[in-house]
């Protein structure tokens, strides 16, 4: 995909998509509730399409009685789902063979698997000892406590606390190590709590009792990883202004947090009925920098905000970003290198942008993607500094924004013809 810039500064208003960290959590608690969760606004997104596809498999297979031939789940490159899903069937009655991508077969689950046969889990492992695929025979699970390493994934003990009610004698949840992505953790808890589910943390344990999923209407709100790409377009137009629609600063979701990293940045925030309007009025900071650990899936689009803007940058907390979609790591220096050949990576944690002296002439560049989305939509917007860039296949963004060059090209951004199809 060829795309050139906006003939003025962007105006108008920007339609996000649904969240789908918050619609894959509800749609398995949707599932333990025996359906009565309902869920308005549940996300389009690749992932969250396919989590309610395999959990009506899940469903079918149970109902159909079909428990001694195994159940293939192909969970394709989508970590939430395989992880999630994962914990489930742990104790649903049945044979599943969870499975993947070739690159989800590279990332790692053992720690998951480890708490969940520590509560008395039957799982082994197909291939690769520690990652997918794995065989599970569900089975009622009677222990109630476990320890896990909480450094790798927020995901592996969000996994864990939404069976926890179902469990006999509820669990304690013992985290070890520095906790990654903290917020996601409180997004589960809270979304738990909302549904009925009493849960309590004391130091760094979570305690979460036996109970039932109770009857309501949850919401999804629209994304706030997903904003981060306008606030970088923003960011990088002076005199921009765009409206996101119905997004709001008081959210269930850590990534508004990008409120105040992009004023550092250059960028206002204003909170209206009708959503949020970002501004491009501040002059930016000249040295930033900010520990990413809770926030992985900001990196991508502050680093390459960062390195448009040509300001000293240290980004630290970037160790997990190795075990996402791609090695967005090691992804996004190479990329970025093309731009400033001074970036580095230090302690093989932090990507140090340092200030050029002489920028780099801009000139048409052609920027992979890695099968990964938010390499696809961080790095479209450079389009506006450089003047002339190319996407590698732009149809990956279908995995959590699907309309993403949609709202793209509404907002002033020209595509080439070639790529129409993928805007449909």
């Not at 105006?11 to 308005?40: D, E, H, T």
Request: glycine fraction near 6%.
């Amino acid at each position: 995909m060829n795309i050139l810039p906006p003939d003025l500064p962007l105006k108008g208003k920007i339609n996000l998509p649904a969240s789908k960290s918050i619609s894959n959590r509800l749609l398995i608690m949707q599932y333990l509730s025996n359906g009565r969760i309902r869920i308005n606004n549940l996300s389009k997104a690749d992932d969250t399409i396919l989590m309610r596809h395999l959990l009506n498999n899940v469903k079918a297979n149970i109902d159909a009685g079909n428990e001694e031939s195994v159940c293939i789940l192909n969970c394709e490159n989508a970590g939430t789902v395989l992880r999630f899903l994962l914990a489930l069937l742990a104790l649903q009655s049945g044979k599943w063979l969870l499975t993947g991508s070739e690159r989800m077969k590279q990332r790692p689950v053992d720690s998951l698997v480890k708490a969940l046969m520590t509560l008395g889990a039957d799982i082994e492992y197909d291939n690769l000892q520690g990652f997918p695929p794995v065989k599970i025979s569900g089975k009622n699970l009677t222990g109630n406590s476990v320890t896990i390493d909480a450094s790798q994934s927020s995901q592996y003990i969000t996994a864990l606390m939404m069976i926890a009610p179902i469990l006999e004698k509820g669990l304690i949840i013992r985290l070890e190590n520095e906790i990654a992505s903290q917020p996601y953790i409180e997004m589960t808890k809270t979304l738990m709590n909302n549904a009925g589910i009493d849960i309590k943390t004391e130091d760094r344990n979570i305690l979460i009792s036996r109970g039932s999923y109770k009857s309501g209407v949850f919401y999804v709100e629209p994304d706030w990883s997903a904003a981060s790409y306008w606030y970088e377009a923003v960011a990088l137009t002076p005199g921009s202004e765009i409206i996101l629609n119905d997004l709001s600063g008081d959210s269930v979701q850590g990534d508004a947090v990008l409120i105040n990293i992009f004023n550092a940045l250059g960028v206002k925030t204003r909170q209206t009925d009708n959503g949020i309007v970002i501004q491009s009025i501040n002059r930016p900071v000249q040295n930033f920098e900010f520990n990413f650990s809770d926030y992985p899936d900001l990196a991508l689009a502050v680093a390459v905000t960062c390195t448009a803007l040509n300001i000293n940058a240290r980004l630290n907390g970037l160790k997990n970003l190795k075990i996402k979609e791609s090695n967005r790591f090691e992804a996004l220096h190479k990329e970025l290198s093309l731009l400033n050949p001074g970036i580095d990576i230090i302690n093989n944690d932090c990507l140090f942008i340092p200030k050029q002296k002489t920028p780099v002439k801009t000139k048409k560049l052609h920027f992979r993607t890695y099968d990964d989305h938010r390499m696809a939509m961080a790095f479209a917007p450079l389009a506006l500094v450089i003047g002339e860039i190319s996407i590698e296949d732009p149809n990956v963004v279908s995995k959590s924004y699907p309309d993403f060059w949609k709202e793209f090209q509404r907002s002033g951004f020209k595509v080439s013809d070639e790529s129409q199809a993928t805007l449909s």
